[in-house]
């Protein structure tokens, strides 16, 4: 059976997350030639941190601004840390990670060179020797990792591969193992479990999960025993996260129905209560009134697009229309989130074949 939308939109989100899609760049091969220590630097032995596994807090770090010459960053705090253990060497763990995409993440704007030097310049106040160097040849493998993860990701699933849901879920576990692969052939094992382990231990619950949904040989109570069973097998910290998820979950869904049964927002607010404290109720009911205003009107936006669409326009004047409906009835800040219903929309439309 074919998924609603607004189940659809946040699945998608968690599928893009289990394959480790975030925020890429295109990778200059000048600017990279450009920074010949990156991958001339001796690689010392790491100190490797409390695997992320078992701790995902974060360090405290220092209050840093950015550089004020790189565009995007300026008069923002540097993200992550760089710490070094007793011994002067480098300390793998995710805020290094953070760190890595807080720099990176100005390439688009500032270019890479640019950002490799910011970056390097910061990390010499940071950072004694021998840590400095193997900060060094580590941020030469991540840029290696992320320009082969770019091509990895960007590479387009065949027809066959989306035809069925059976089918989209096998294609997201290759991905998904894939680039765990990668990720080993560009880090040594230590530094590909400080920062990357959290993230696929997540992501193979998050997929196991999903299989574990899709199967028709289990009753609803077998696969709740079965998500228990999965859910155990997460770290402590992460299991305890997870459950709180599913606890917020299903409390939604409670209220989503009572919102359905016609309750009133008293009656929704005595519920949240239940588990909420006073100021948390009232944030969570703004923002359940948000969403249901941003729901209507967007169901306002879908009928009008549907007339449009039947009044004999070219595609090209469809378009044009659709766009001035989108401002119209839109701010700056929801264009975006239309686009993204859109695009769901048009698939749903074009292939009524149950999704992932």
């Not at 387009?156 to 894939?178: N, Y």
């Not at 239940?274 to 879908?302: C, I, K």
């Amino acid at each position: 059976m074919a998924l609603s939308l607004r189940t659809t939109v946040p699945l998608l989100v968690l599928a893009g997350s289990v394959a480790g899609l975030t925020l890429y760049w295109q990778w200059p091969d000048a600017a990279l030639s450009a920074t010949p220590a990156a991958s001339a630097a001796v690689k010392a032995p790491l100190s490797v941190a409390p695997s992320p596994l078992l701790v995902t807090t974060k360090p405290d770090v220092s209050t840093v601004k950015a550089p004020a010459s790189l565009p995007g960053l300026q008069d923002t705090e540097v993200d992550g840390d760089l710490r070094a253990d007793s011994a002067g060497n480098l300390q793998l763990n995710l805020a290094l990670r953070d760190y890595l995409d807080y720099f990176l993440s100005a390439a688009d704007q500032a270019g890479l060179e640019t950002v490799v030097e910011a970056m390097l310049a910061d990390a010499r106040g940071r950072l004694p020797e021998p840590a400095l160097g193997q900060f060094i040849g580590l941020l030469g493998d991540y840029m290696d990792y992320k320009r082969a993860s770019l091509e990895l990701l960007q590479r387009p699933l065949s027809a066959a591969q989306q035809s069925t849901s059976a089918d989209q879920l096998q294609a997201l576990q290759r991905a998904f193992e894939q680039l765990a692969q990668l990720r080993r052939a560009h880090f040594s094992s230590a530094a590909a479990e400080a920062l990357f382990g959290a993230e696929e231990a997540y992501g193979r619950y998050t997929l196991d999960n999903l299989a574990l949904m899709a199967r028709d040989d289990l009753t609803e109570q077998a696969k709740a025993l079965a998500q228990e069973r999965l859910r155990a097998q997460l770290p402590e910290a992460m299991r305890a996260s997870e459950e709180r998820q599913v606890q917020a979950q299903a409390l939604q869904a409670q209220t989503e129905k009572l919102w359905q049964e016609g309750a009133s927002e008293e009656q929704v607010r005595q519920l949240l209560a239940l588990t909420y404290d006073p100021p948390t109720v009232e944030r969570l009911l703004d923002e359940q009134r948000n969403e249901r205003a941003w729901q209507q009107r967007y169901a306002a936006y879908q009928q009008e697009l549907a007339g449009l669409q039947g009044n004999g326009l070219s595609a090209e004047d469809q378009q044009r229309e659709q766009q001035r409906l989108r401002q119209r009835l839109f701010s700056a800040e929801d264009q975006h989130r239309v686009e993204t219903y859109d695009a769901i929309v048009a698939k749903q439309q074009d292939n009524p074949s149950p999704e992932l």
